[in-house]
Structure formats: C-alpha cells, structure tokens
C-alpha cells in the first residue's frame, strides 16, 4: 500500500489543493499554524475513519495503533474539517500564549518568572548536555514494538515531505528493511539510560512512565534503571482518561501507566543475576504467598509489587514473561483478579 491508497481520490485531490495554497501563501509563523491544522485533519479525512454506526471502544481513530481501514469508512469534507481545525488550533495557540504572559481569564497566577528554557531534538543516546548539569529528569519512553512511531507517523510526513532518523529510533519492528530486533532494542534502551545518568546530578531524580507488563520493554527498561544505578524511591498509578485498544480488549493487562521515581546512586551495589527459571520460580512463589494472605489481587497490584521488588532487590530479568507466569499458575476471576488454583488453596490450607 502506498499512503495515498488511505485517502479517496476526492479526499487526497483536496488536501493536495489545500496544501499547494497553504504553501503558495503563507510565510512563517502563519505558515506553522495552518500546517499544524493540516496535519490535524488528515487522519479525520482518510479511510481510517469508522462509519458511526461502528463506533464503540475503538472510536478514537483507526490509527491509534497502526493503519486499518474498515469495510466502510466516513468521508468527511476536508473543507469543513480543517476550517474546524484551524479554529481549535488557534484556540490553543492562545491558550499557550497566555499560559506564558497570563491575561484575562487565563490569569491563573500574578507570579512574574524569568526562568527561561531550551528545546533541543537530539538522539536520547548521545545527549547534547553538559554532565551532571540536569536536576530532574522526566521521561517516557519507547514501547517496543506497540507503538512504532516513526513507521506510523509516514502518514503525516509524507505530506510534509519529511523523513525520520529511521536508523536511530530506539523501537522493535518486524520490518525487514530495518534491523530493529529485541536485543537490538534493550542495547539502545541502555545507552540511553546510560545518557541520562551521565547528565543528571549526584542523587537527583528521574521520573519514568511505562505500561508494559511483561516482555521486552518492561525487561529493557527495568534493567537499564538498575545496571545503571537509580534507586527506587516511589511509585503509583496514572489512569488515563480513555484506554488503547489493548487494554480495552484484553481483561488480565494492567490499566493505565505506573509512573516510577528513582534518584542516581552515586555508589553501585552488587547485582542480582539468576537464571531465567529461578527468577520466574521466584515470581511465582510470591504470587502464591501474596493469593494465600490475600485470596483475590488485580492484575495492576501484582505488577506493581513485583515492579518494587525488581527494583528494591536489585533484579536483572532475563527472558520471563510475568504475565505467562499468571496464566499458567493461577486462576483469573470473574471479578477480574487473579486467585489460587483450588488444590492450592486446599494445598496450603491443609
């Protein structure tokens, strides 16, 4: 498929048009703006939109988590839609703006701040950042191969005639133009973390956010944190407002993102590396003490318990699979959580 198989010949004849004027006059910032909105309209004026009789869960967009077009789709006028656009988009744009010089009813503080900040677009492992000059670090990093973003934004560059740095995406893809493997992804999910402990100063904090459960991100990320020495400090749940198709269709994934704080360890202690099985065997033995105190526990609270321990003992995973554990170990309620299996129960008890 090519992108232009994700429009109608009307819908792609009048974004074209639309897009030759924008360019033929508009200079600048307004140039910035009405791109802006262009790109905001396109995926509303593709194939990818479900007719409305479908819409449920799913609703958000059809390109959520890659392309899909359906056996019938909407075709919205690309007129109206990017009139819409453009309105909110200005909206927002004044919003921001007064955000930073504060007027009517945006006035949220009389605070006047001379703080001012940098933007910089550089590789995540090769920082242009002086060491040990950064005081909080906030990130949210990739996720494998659940979200390809450079490969899912061909939509949008494609007509802004733009091409990412495809070889340093830090990603999983089973593309077979792209060497983009598992190990290929927690070397450079290391690197980076790697980058951030170079720039960030002795015992100051980074803040991360991930939803994995299991598999190569949560093993990639968890792992980089500790070989890299960042100690656990806290941790909590962000439920979003609306959940990714994933997590609405599959009942034992956990809901929502857990955010971790860890703070640089200027000293590195000892790690602990087991073999696969004996870290799974000791997964699943606290599970099954956890059942036995506890009876029934979600799916969020045995990740975010085994998350703590991982990081608090220092827990270099291998290839196991948390989520495989509680599915060939333990029974998943109606309730949505999990319990012992019933010779267990009476195992334990007798």
Same mark, same amino acid.
């Given at each position: 498929?090519?992108?232009s198989?994700?429009?109608?010949k009307?819908t792609?004849?009048?974004?074209?048009?639309l897009?030759?004027l924008i360019?033929?006059y508009?200079t600048?910032?307004?140039?910035g703006?009405?791109?802006l909105?262009f790109?905001a309209?396109?995926?509303n004026?593709?194939?990818l939109?479900?007719?409305?009789?479908?819409r449920?869960p799913?609703a958000?967009?059809?390109w959520m988590t890659?392309?899909?077009?359906?056996?019938? $789709?909407?075709?919205?006028? /690309?007129?109206h839609?990017?009139?819409? =656009?453009? &309105?909110?988009?200005?909206?927002? *744009?004044k919003?921001?703006?007064?955000?930073?010089?504060p007027v009517?009813?945006l006035?949220?503080?009389?605070i006047?701040y001379?703080?001012?900040?940098k933007?910089?677009q550089?590789?995540?492992?090769?920082l242009?950042?002086?060491?040990?000059?950064?005081?909080?670090?906030f990130?949210?990093?990739p996720?494998g191969d659940?979200?390809?973003?450079?490969?899912?934004?061909?939509?949008?560059?494609?007509?802004?005639?733009?091409?990412?740095? $495809?070889e340093?995406?830090i /990603?999983i893809?089973?593309s077979?133009? =792209?060497? &983009?493997?598992?190990?290929?992804? *927690?070397?450079e999910i290391?690197?980076?973390?790697?980058?951030?402990?170079?720039?960030?100063k002795?015992n100051?904090?980074?803040?991360?956010?991930?939803?994995?459960?299991?598999g190569?991100?949560?093993?990639a990320?968890t792992?980089a944190c500790?070989k890299?020495?960042?100690e656990l400090?806290?941790?909590?749940?962000?439920v979003q407002?609306?959940?990714?198709?994933?997590?609405?269709?599959r009942f034992?994934?956990?809901?929502?993102?857990?955010?971790?704080?860890?703070q640089?360890?200027t000293?590195?202690?000892?790690?602990?590396v087991?073999?696969?099985?004996e870290?799974?065997n000791m997964f699943?033995?606290?599970i099954?003490?956890w059942?036995?105190?506890?009876?029934r526990?979600?799916?969020?609270e045995i990740?975010?318990r085994?998350?703590?321990k991982?990081?608090?003992?220092?827990i270099?995973?291998?290839?196991v699979d948390?989520l495989k554990i509680?599915?060939?170990?333990?029974?998943?309620s109606?309730?949505?959580?999990?319990r012992?299996?019933?010779?267990?129960?009476?195992?334990?008890?007798?």
């Amino acid at each position: 498929m090519n992108v232009s198989d994700l429009f109608t010949k009307r819908t792609l004849a009048c974004h074209a048009r639309l897009l030759v004027l924008i360019e033929k006059y508009s200079t600048g910032n307004e140039l910035g703006l009405f791109k802006l909105a262009f790109t905001a309209n396109l995926a509303n004026c593709s194939k990818l939109l479900p007719p409305i009789t479908s819409r449920g869960p799913m609703a958000p967009g059809a390109w959520m988590t890659g392309f899909y077009i359906g056996e019938t $789709y909407l075709e919205n006028n /690309v007129l109206h839609y990017f009139e819409n =656009r453009l &309105k909110k988009t200005i909206k927002g *744009e004044k919003d921001y703006l007064n955000q930073i010089n504060p007027v009517g009813e945006l006035n949220f503080s009389n605070i006047k701040y001379s703080n001012t900040y940098k933007t910089l677009q550089n590789d995540a492992k090769s920082l242009d950042i002086e060491s040990e000059s950064i005081d909080y670090i906030f990130t949210d990093p990739p996720y494998g191969d659940a979200v390809p973003y450079f490969e899912q934004s061909i939509i949008w560059n494609s007509w802004l005639k733009l091409k990412p740095d $495809y070889e340093n995406e830090i /990603v999983i893809s089973d593309s077979k133009e =792209r060497d &983009k493997n598992v190990d290929n992804f *927690e070397e450079e999910i290391n690197m980076a973390f790697s980058e951030i402990r170079r720039v960030l100063k002795p015992n100051k904090y980074l803040s991360l956010t991930y939803h994995s459960l299991s598999g190569a991100e949560w093993k990639a990320i968890t792992n980089a944190c500790i070989k890299n020495g960042f100690e656990l400090i806290e941790y909590k749940w962000l439920v979003q407002k609306s959940f990714t198709p994933r997590q609405i269709n599959r009942f034992k994934t956990i809901k929502g993102d857990v955010l971790v704080t860890l703070q640089k360890n200027t000293n590195y202690m000892p790690l602990i590396v087991k073999s696969d099985d004996e870290v799974a065997n000791m997964f699943k033995r606290q599970i099954e003490q956890w059942l036995l105190n506890e009876k029934r526990i979600d799916t969020n609270e045995i990740f975010l318990r085994i998350m703590k321990k991982v990081f608090s003992d220092k827990i270099i995973i291998g290839n196991v699979d948390l989520l495989k554990i509680l599915t060939e170990n333990f029974v998943f309620s109606e309730q949505k959580q999990w319990r012992l299996k019933n010779d267990q129960i009476e195992l334990q008890t007798a």
